[in-house]
């Protein structure tokens, strides 16, 4: 079983940065793509960035240009800096390791952005 701890997430004003961290307990190395998404109160979940073991990157419109997804494969650890925060980016962000069978998922981490 892979466990996936999101860190990182708070309160803060708009126009603000945070960055998120997930730390796996497998060498995320051997996913395919490390992830991130998140799901506002009553909404469903939404990819936000994602990374793939050749460290491509893909962005959701929504956060070109604001969001950068990094990867620490010493330290099993995928990174989201998020800067320019906005209201609209308050959600539940969740980490999301992708292996050929399955999605491993983190318990998430509150991001609230004040305006």
């Known amino acids: 079983q892979v466990q996936l701890v999101e860190s990182g997430g708070g309160l803060v004003q708009a126009g603000g940065s945070v960055r998120l961290s997930c730390a796996a307990s497998?060498?995320?190395?051997?996913?395919?793509?490390m992830g991130w998404y998140r799901q506002a109160p009553g909404k469903q979940r939404d990819v936000v960035s994602t990374?793939?073991?050749?460290?491509?990157?893909n962005y959701a419109d929504s956060v070109k240009g604001r969001f950068t997804i990094s990867r620490d494969n010493a330290q099993n650890t995928v990174y989201l800096q998020m800067n320019s925060l906005k209201p609209e980016d308050t959600a539940v962000y969740y980490c999301n390791a992708a292996s050929t069978y399955r999605d491993y998922w983190g318990q998430g981490t509150q991001v609230t952005v004040s305006s």
């Open positions: 497998r060498n995320i190395a051997t996913f395919n793509a």
């Open positions: 990374i793939s073991s050749r460290g491509s990157t």
